[in-house]
């Protein structure tokens, strides 16, 4: 009984889960005839080794910044803002929960709850909640009263924001469930990315570095994976000998960036500490993982740093993350200085990739150029 109960194999599976195994025990169900069945074991999965090629490709090291946070000077005279589509909050069931629940029990009339009583709140008492849940959410140090000073101007984009469009409500969703922390928290980073990227310049944003571990590197990449979706990496473009993918689609990414003439390096962020920190909401942190980072010969005597993400469905939780990667990390970390340049791009259709990348590169070239 003990013997049957241990694994034949404790590789994962593409879930990520451990396969399903059965044993069968002689005697249960209890049967004369019953024979033992001898299970055979599981053919192991291929491994492979992924590392830093050292020192043969040291030269296509890429280093990056390890950030904790950000902060954010705030002008005292006037605070403006930039929407665009990134700032768009679209209001599903999906997102929200359905907006009719049935309630019926074994006797007696069913209920349907829904959201008719928000329906009288006023717009004026949505923008008062929504301003004030920005305020004392994303304008607010630590163990400091909120700014109040800044009520107004913070009411004025929010209306900005509420009367540009940039709250959809779809499937019986209403406005007035602004008033929803969660929510509240989804349009809030929204409005104060739009905030965050006007100041870049005048009052730009810092990034606050790991103090115990500032500076990663894809020369500490070593682990064993028997993941089937792999790159084997261009020995002249990559650091790594091979690229996990998640997709079909990042191993094309992966043959177009090898392809072209103006990538200096890249590098697939797998088990290499690349993060960027976002919070929803005052206290909520999360960690956000993008795809890659591409190291391009723009004209520019230093390379740029391009930080891409391939994705299929761009939810609102894709949203957010890149509205942390464009209004602080990227601005966050050129204002540093110690850690070059810094980019960000996002490609969602895989048959485009190639030609999109090209468009991008040339983009940057040429913008170079003018400088």
């Known amino acids: 009984m003990g013997r ?24 249960i169900p209890f049967d004369f005839t019953a024979k033992p069945v001898v299970a055979p074991p599981a053919k192991p999965r291929e491994t492979v080794r992924v590392r830093a090629v050292r020192p ?47 309630n019926r029990g074994i006797l007696g009339e069913g209920v349907d709850l829904t959201l008719a009583h928000l329906k009288d709140m006023r ?11 920005i305020l004392t959410t994303q304008f607010r140090d630590p163990g400091e009263p909120p700014r109040l000073y800044l009520f107004g101007q913070v009411k004025r984009i929010a209306r900005q924001w509420l009367d540009g469009g940039y ?21 809030a980073e929204r409005i104060k ?4 990227e006007t100041l870049v310049g005048d009052r730009p944003v810092k990034a ?40 079909d689609w990042e191993a094309e990414f ?32 999360h960690r956000y993982l993008p795809d890659f980072i591409v190291c391009l010969d723009d004209g520019h005597p230093d390379p740029l740093n391009l930080i891409v993400e391939i994705k299929g469905f761009r939810g609102e939780n894709a949203k957010d993350k890149a509205n942390a990667v464009r209004a602080s990390w990227v601005p966050g970390v050129n204002t540093l200085g110690q850690f070059g340049r810094w980019a960000f791009a996002e490609f969602t259709a895989v048959y485009e990739i190639e030609a999109g990348f090209a468009r991008l590169v040339e983009g940057f070239v040429n913008r170079a150029a003018a400088a």
């Open 56 to 102: 043969d490709r040291d030269a296509l090291e890429i280093r990056f910044p390890r950030v904790e946070g950000y902060r954010i000077e705030l002008p005292a005279d006037r605070l403006t803002a930039t929407f665009g589509s990134d700032s768009v909050l679209e209001l599903t069931p999906d997102l929200v929960g359905p907006s009719v629940t049935t």
């Open 123 to 133: 717009s004026s008492t949505i923008l008062f909640h929504l301003a004030r849940h």
């Open 208 to 247: 606050v570095l790991d103090r115990y571990n500032p500076t990663g590197s894809t020369r500490f990449v070593n682990f064993t994976t028997s993941k089937e979706t792999r790159w084997r990496t261009d020995p002249g473009k990559c650091h790594l000998n091979w690229a996990l993918c998640d997709s």
């Open 4 to 27: 049957a109960l241990r694994r034949t194999s404790y590789d994962l599976n593409e879930a990520g889960l451990l396969p399903v195994e059965y044993a069968d025990v002689l005697g």
């Open 167 to 187: 709250l959809r409500c779809t499937g019986g969703t209403s406005p007035a469930q602004l008033i929803y922390q969660d929510i509240a928290d989804r349009a």
């Open 254 to 285: 992966c043959r177009v960036v090898e392809g072209h003439p103006r990538v200096r390096a890249y590098v697939k962020n797998q088990s290499l500490g690349f993060e960027v920190p976002y919070r929803l909401g005052g206290e909520e942190a």
């Open 193 to 196: 990315a739009a905030i965050t």
